[in-house]
């Protein structure tokens, strides 16, 4: 029983230790970013919000953060507008080829983004077309159509199809059962894909190297730079915007699900 409790107690401490290795960090971001001083040094020396007035003043990331903002919302739309359609294809219907189309565009979740990044680039190469806005919106449909289908099609398969039928019986066609019933049972799924879509849209930094131009920096790509040339305070407070941000929208997403799904079918 000693040895019992001596094994669990390392676990234990070996996973809280897991635990401090990865969130100190991001502490650390968070609190030095109210730092009053140019280099970071424990303990502070006061408290200021004058990097967060800083960045509210930097330009190049405020275009950066609407780049990302308008990229993340579009990603989404079209992401959610392709995602839909497709899994209640492959959830509700049968035809030739079914699963390997299910296959190849769950496909690219699978795949390192690097080589994702690469391989659009050289395709966008071969085609002889500049980099632009629209590679970089094709890049991410690629990257976060996956989750969408994944996330959607799961509420599918729990939507029984009693309820569309009894809709039909009644006189309803196929556009008003899914207006009416469909839909509505199907909402939470899509919301829920719509902001992982955005997330991980917002925070890519991977394969987004590869196709961002100059103009056209999201804010993860604006922080490599800025990393490449100094670290400067105002990183901080642009990090803990990022984590803000990309913390509570997936949040929100699954307080979305959960919610849902306990009045669902």
């Known amino acids: 029983m000693k040895r019992f409790f001596s094994g669990w107690s390392l676990i234990r401490l070996y996973t809280i230790l897991v635990y401090v290795f990865l969130f100190a960090p991001i502490v650390a971001v968070i609190i030095l970013s109210f730092n009053p001083e140019q280099f970071g040094s424990f303990p502070m020396k006061g408290f200021s919000f004058r990097w967060y007035v800083k960045l509210a003043q930097n330009d190049s990331i405020l275009h950066a953060f609407k780049n990302?903002?308008?990229l993340g919302s579009l990603t989404a739309l079209l992401v959610t507008t392709i995602g839909?359609?497709?899994?209640?294809a492959f959830v509700r219907y049968e035809f030739p080829g079914k699963n390997a189309l299910?296959?190849?565009l769950l496909t690219p979740i699978m795949i390192p983004e690097v080589v994702l990044?690469?391989?659009l680039l050289l395709f966008i190469r071969w085609l002889q077309q500049p980099k632009s806005f629209?590679?970089?919106l094709i890049g991410h449909v690629?990257?976060?159509l996956p989750y969408v289908l994944?996330?959607?099609q799961a509420r599918l398969v729990g939507i029984r199809r009693e309820y569309e039928?009894?809709?039909m019986t009644l006189g309803a066609n196929a556009f008003h059962t899914f207006r009416e019933v469909t839909l509505p049972l199907l909402m939470p799924a899509i919301l829920a894909g719509m902001l992982f879509a955005f997330t991980i849209s917002f925070d890519d930094v991977t394969a987004t190297l590869f196709w961002a131009t100059a103009h056209n920096q999201t804010v993860p790509v604006k922080i490599f730079g800025m990393l490449r040339n100094s670290i400067s305070p105002e990183i901080n407070a642009l990090g803990t915007v990022m984590i803000a941000l990309t913390v509570s929208v997936p949040l929100l997403a699954g307080y979305l699900s959960r919610r849902f799904s306990r009045g669902g079918s």
């Open 102 to 104: 299910n296959t190849l």
């Open 84 to 88: 839909v359609p497709a899994a209640m």
């Open 150 to 152: 994944l996330v959607v």
């Open 165 to 167: 039928e009894a809709a």
């Open 68 to 70: 990302s903002m308008i």
């Open 134 to 136: 629209l590679l970089l």
């Open 142 to 144: 690629v990257i976060t």
């Open 117 to 119: 990044g690469v391989a």
